[in-house]
């Protein structure tokens, strides 16, 4: 119990996937200009995240391990069963809940790039992996564990962010900076408090 | 009027930069860039595979649906991606180790899956490629700025492939540059200054 909840503190707060990992990075510079559509981006992470990482450990443990392919399809296996569970659920999701789809579909398409979700399917699906210095053993309870702390950490940094943001595009910066520069630099502010983090329970 | 094929290659150098100007392909080249070895690792690698699927793309250009244009481009990549993986696996153990998840992560390079979908999917392949060696140089070169500032900086020499290069003496350098912050930093303050000799050109 006590090492699950260390796995998920180390994906969310001290191996953050944004700001100390720079895994992400794309869609959390697109969409954290706004506050409503970097909550709207967060839920659909959060999401699609967990299920991916569900799938890809069933195909990883019950087709491509056994099959002993996995090194070589790895790969294509994940991303497609990315690609198409995103495009399964906006269909779910637009004949279920059409407040639901008006409130994240437009994010869903942008999640089959982005890379985190990818890095957390593989990460603790595939051995190889993983670097912290925590026991794992790629059970599906750990996995999901590890997933939804990631996906949480890269939710709760986009919306603060987001707020940073609105408040940036007010204040006098120099022309040149305006944008995307300054907002590198907050970023890297951010990071540096993150930093602080490190080394909390020896992870 | 059609842009010449040396025009192809030369404008992802320093107008339509990956990293500087479109602000994709980020993630890789912000973790990365903390050594000049692994950015080079990374930038040839990325080059590699956005050239190779340009090409393929840009050959069963006509004859994909429309509709499921995106997952097959996927597939292409994924396939040059996995090739890069496990060659590196077998040449390069020590580098594939420090890239880690990040030889995986190219599959999902947004500037890779835009080139094939903005440019290899509508041109020719002499086209293609030259895009695709523009781009990929392009990337490189920014990601070789960005290590250069951050090793030299940050641990006062830069050693690729066990040979120390250049090494700065007397010099405490401040170790925030190699650190994740100071990528962040790093790549802002770039980003700003080309801004500026961009609009001072004009």
């Known amino acids: 119990m006590q090492r699950l909840f260390l796995i998920f503190l180390a994906a969310f707060l001290i191996n953050n996937i944004l700001l100390i990992r720079f895994i992400g990075l794309c869609p959390f510079f697109g969409v954290s200009s706004r506050f409503e559509t970097s909550v709207g981006m967060s839920m659909a992470v959060v999401f699609v995240m967990t299920l991916a990482t569900l799938v890809c450990w069933g195909v990883w443990n019950f087709l491509l391990d056994p099959l002993g392919v996995g090194e070589f399809l790895y790969i294509p296996a994940f991303i497609l069963v990315i690609a198409s569970l995103v495009q399964f659920v906006e269909m779910v999701i637009r004949k279920v809940s059409p407040t639901l789809f008006k409130a994240m579909g437009i994010f869903l398409p942008l999640i089959t790039t982005n890379c985190a979700v990818l890095a957390a399917a593989t990460e603790s699906v595939k051995p190889g992996f993983w670097k912290l210095s925590l ?3 790629y059970g599906l309870g750990e996995a999901l564990i590890y997933t939804i702390g990631i996906a949480l950490g890269f939710s709760m940094v986009i919306i603060m962010f987001a707020a940073m943001r609105e408040r940036i595009e007010i204040a006098p910066i120099p022309r040149s900076f305006k944008g995307f520069p300054i907002a590198f630099i907050a970023a890297g502010l951010s990071s540096l408090a993150f930093l602080g983090f490190k080394g909390l329970f020896g992870i | 009027m059609k842009r010449s094929v040396w025009r192809d290659f ?4 320093i107008e339509e930069n990956p990293l500087f100007s479109l602000v994709i392909g980020l993630c890789a080249a912000l973790a990365v860039s903390s050594k000049v070895e692994n950015a080079i690792f990374m930038g040839v690698a990325a080059s590699f595979v956005m050239v190779a699927s340009n090409i393929l793309i840009s050959l069963i250009r006509k004859i994909i649906p429309n509709q499921i244009r995106i997952p097959v481009f996927i597939v292409v990549i994924a396939s040059f991606v996995t090739i890069v993986d496990l060659s590196m ?12 998840v990040w030889i995986p992560l190219i599959v999902v390079n947004c500037m890779i899956l835009g080139r094939a979908e903005a440019f290899a999917s509508k041109n020719g392949v002499i086209r293609s490629i030259a895009d695709g060696l523009g781009k990929g140089l392009g990337y490189t070169l920014a990601l070789l700025v960005i290590a250069v500032i951050r090793e030299l900086g940050g641990t006062g020499q830069i ?3 066990e040979n120390t290069i250049v090494s700065l003496k007397g010099f405490q350098p401040p170790q925030i540059l190699q650190s994740f912050p100071g990528a962040f930093f790093t790549f802002g303050i770039l980003m700003g200054l080309l801004r500026k000799l961009q609009r001072k050109g004009e």
């Open chain 1, 135 to 137: 026991e794992y053993n």
């Open chain 2, 10 to 13: 030369t404008i992802g150098i």
């Open chain 2, 89 to 100: 696996k077998a040449f390069f153990p020590a580098g594939y180790e420090a890239l880690g």
């Open chain 2, 159 to 161: 050693v690729a492939f």
